[in-house]
């Protein structure tokens, strides 16, 4: 079975504190991604990467970064939080271009 | 740029049949299908690809009409456990990763 697993269930942050959110699959797939949730919005793509150290942006990457050093692990990173990235956070990996995505349980990041 | 789903909700009576549909205002080179139960993951139903044919999964299908860039799941005789959030993910073929976008989902209750 795929397992893609996340750092945390539950977050809370204070405005301005840099986040790491961390996402770890074991399927040696090549593509993961980094979603955020809303209600009403969908699954909202912020970063994409297809390899190790590639990235491209997705439709929201203002206030993220992402660094993948290991093909396995690919982090989100907020800079400085603030209170509109308030949201779950969903991490996917899929094996080829456009396979199936397994995603994780997800982060819901609080920022107070 | 992200497709429309229609209905944005619906409510069932398990046996009865059910359709979603997914529409986009530019060509389409893939649709995606997931389902989110409530506190879960979202997971992969299926994909449908240009030029290709209609897709099944048990008593769940899909089609994909190229020319009107749109897709319709199909939910034949519902059970409790279709119940959750169904998204489509368009893609348009170049740069997959800056152009696969997800739908705003529709939610499906189905009950007893």
């Known amino acids: 079975d795929v397992k893609v697993t996340q750092s945390s269930r539950y977050l809370v942050k204070r405005t301005g504190e840099k986040v790491f959110l961390e996402c770890v699959q074991d399927?040696?797939?090549?593509?993961m991604f980094w979603y955020r949730q809303d209600p009403g919005l969908g699954l909202r793509l912020i970063y994409f990467s297809y390899d190790v150290k590639m990235k491209e942006k997705g439709d929201i990457p203002e206030g993220y970064s992402v660094s993948r050093e290991k093909k396995e692990r690919f982090s989100l990173i907020l800079e400085s939080a603030s209170t509109n990235q308030t949201s779950m956070y969903l991490c996917?990996?899929?094996?080829?271009?456009?396979?199936?995505?397994?995603f994780g349980p997800g982060t819901r990041l609080t920022v107070t | 740029q992200q497709p429309v789903q229609s209905p944005q909700a619906v409510i069932l009576r398990e046996g009865e049949d059910a359709v979603i549909n997914c529409s986009s205002s530019k060509a389409l080179y893939s649709v995606h299908w997931y389902r989110q139960k409530h506190g879960e993951a979202p997971v992969f139903l299926m994909i449908?690809?240009?030029?290709?044919e209609q897709k099944g999964h048990d008593k769940i299908s899909a089609s994909f009409n190229e020319k009107k860039q749109q897709s319709s799941l199909y939910l034949t005789a519902s059970q409790l456990s279709y119940s959750g959030t169904y998204f489509c993910?368009?893609?348009?073929?170049?740069?997959?990763?800056?152009?696969?976008?997800f739908g705003p989902g529709t939610r499906l209750s189905v009950l007893p």
């Open positions: 399927m040696d797939h090549e593509n």
């Open positions: 996917a990996s899929s094996f080829g271009v456009r396979g199936e995505q397994y």
């Open positions: 449908l690809l240009k030029g290709g």
């Open positions: 993910g368009t893609e348009k073929g170049d740069n997959y990763g800056q152009n696969f976008v």
